[in-house]
């Protein structure tokens, strides 16, 4: 018979080595198996894990964000984590960076940008607080995940969104995707007015508004679809807002000027909740 005063040293080391386990799971997979999907195609509940496994031959898996919402950037995190744990190659695309900070988000990943220098980056480049983001960044670096940044520089979407399309300049033009016009015809600008409803403005401006999210559109897709024609066999998810990741916005410039194949991932949020959205939206959305 085992003396009380071995015993307790045993259930104590064995509730450490129980700790020491808990504490040591990727931050991405606590919440996997408590999240409930909405598979848009048939309005069905299912798993998380059942998701992962519908889209595990996808290209690029798009996942909407409200900027200022960390549960979004948990979900974020949780794809990115279930992606990695299953050994699928994988890159994160950014709205959050420009394409010009591609050497420095390579740096990052390689461990040659500490931390310090990599966050002044980061508020170079959004304004968002940087605790949303961290846990996404830092996994991808301890993991080798590399980092894209899809964003052009923010002068000129702002610019257009002021002034419109045509205002921008030779050299402005020179820094957007060959070949665009950022024509807006009248469905865009319904897509445009749904997926940004707190956005009033007069016609004149709320033209020029639409032109801005399509050369945002257009310059991340432009952006993805040359990473993939000289890296095949991979996955990116992308992590943009949720205006961008609806398949009218820049997952549809994908379509028309690729053959990668796409999902769209939303989360619930009040401006779209699960009865309002439409396969012409999303494959999944992630319930509350």
Same mark, same amino acid.
């Given at each position: ?11 104590? #080391? +064995? ?27 048939? +309005? ?36 990115? =984590? ?10 994160? *695309?950014?709205? #959050? ?8 988000? =390579? ?12 966050? +002044? ?12 983001? %961290? ?57 445009? +007015?749904?997926?940004?409803?707190? @956005?009033?403005?007069?016609?004149? %401006? ?26 095949? *066999? ?15 916005? #820049? ?7 690729? @053959? ?29």
């Amino acid at each position: 018979m085992q003396n009380s005063w071995t015993a307790v040293p045993l259930f104590l #080391m +064995r509730l450490g080595l129980a700790l020491f386990f808990l504490l040591s799971l990727p931050r991405g997979g606590e919440c996997h198996a408590e999240r409930s999907v909405l598979r848009v195609s048939d +309005r069905k509940i299912i798993s998380f894990s059942r998701m992962m496994d519908e889209i595990k031959g996808t290209q690029v898996v798009v996942i909407g964000e409200n900027h200022d919402n960390p549960e979004h950037h948990q979900l974020q995190l949780d794809v990115i =984590d279930a992606f990695h744990q299953a050994d699928r190659p994988l890159v994160i *695309g950014l709205e #959050m960076f420009n394409a010009d900070n591609q050497r420095q988000l =390579d740096r990052w990943i390689a461990g040659k940008l500490d931390k310090p220098s990599f966050i +002044r980056l980061y508020y170079d480049n959004w304004r968002m607080p940087w605790s949303l983001y %961290s846990e996404i960044f830092l996994y991808a670096r301890d993991h080798g995940i590399p980092l894209l940044g899809l964003n052009i520089e923010q002068g000129i979407p702002q610019k257009v969104a002021r002034r419109g399309f045509g205002s921008l300049t030779r050299k402005e033009l020179k820094k957007v995707p060959s070949g665009i016009t950022c024509d807006v015809d009248a469905a865009y600008m319904a897509f445009i +007015r749904r997926a940004y409803t707190t @956005h009033t403005r007069d016609e004149k %401006s709320f033209v020029h508004f639409c032109e801005a999210q399509k050369l945002w559109n257009v310059a991340m897709a432009s952006r993805i679809i040359g990473y993939f024609e000289k890296h095949v *066999g991979q996955t990116m998810v992308v992590l943009t807002g949720t205006g961008h990741a609806l398949k009218r916005g #820049m997952p549809a410039e994908i379509g028309q000027s690729s @053959h990668l194949t796409y999902k769209v991932i939303l989360p619930e949020f009040p401006e779209m909740a699960r009865k309002d959205v439409t396969v012409n939206d999303a494959d999944y959305m992630i319930l509350e």
